[in-house]
């Protein structure tokens, strides 16, 4: 008779990966680990998402021994430059603004520690998005609609964010979102959790 599955938790309050993971059909909780989230000096984008997906986990292994803890975080990046989360309607202006016409790189790193055997798993899942080239009232009009504030790049790609692409590129539409699940899923079956 084979063991059950360990007990999965999510390593964030964020509900868009809430809503990513729940996809999956499998149980879990959540929990928002309290990590500094600060680049370091000299820090490449890849390397800053690799570092805090696994802080995010690492952060829970305590708490949960006998567990699978994911951790995921995402940044946008244009022109070399991280640009984060817009926080208000000025902010959100501008980086549609920039990226209108152009093309950003969203970079999602992903960890999952089981934390039966302090086997971690880290990787990184690159997305790029191709912009329209945007009016100032397609601009205001999108912000008004979906208040992107949260959101790194200002937009909602699973809402109406879609209607700013001209084309998107990657191998997984879910880590435009914050939690690449194809990855996810082999990181998954590699600890013994079967999807589906």
Do not use: W
């Amino acid at each position: 008779m084979s063991s059950p599955a360990p007990p999965i938790v999510l390593a964030s309050s964020s509900s868009y990966r809430r809503e990513l993971l729940t996809r999956l059909q499998l149980p879990f909780t959540c929990h928002s680990p309290e990590i500094d989230e600060s680049p370091l000096s000299n820090e490449t984008a890849h390397a800053l998402v690799q570092r805090l997906a696994l802080s995010k986990a690492r952060a829970l292994a305590e708490h949960y021994p006998q567990h699978i803890i994911i951790g995921s975080d995402q940044v946008a990046v244009l022109d070399g430059r991280i640009i984060g989360k817009p926080g208000h309607a000025e902010g959100a202006t501008q980086q549609l603004s920039a990226a209108s016409g152009r093309s950003v790189s969203f970079l999602t790193g992903l960890a999952v520690i089981d934390t039966r055997t302090d086997i971690e798993q880290v990787d990184l899942v690159p997305f790029t998005v191709h912009f329209r080239t945007l009016s100032a009232t397609q601009i205001q009009r999108y912000i008004a609609r979906e208040q992107p504030f949260d959101c790194a790049g200002s937009f909602k790609s699973e809402g109406l964010g879609v209607s700013l692409f001209r084309g998107t590129e990657g191998t997984d539409a879910s880590s435009l979102v914050g939690l690449p699940l194809i990855r996810l899923c082999d990181m998954l079956n590699a600890c013994g959790i079967a999807v589906p």
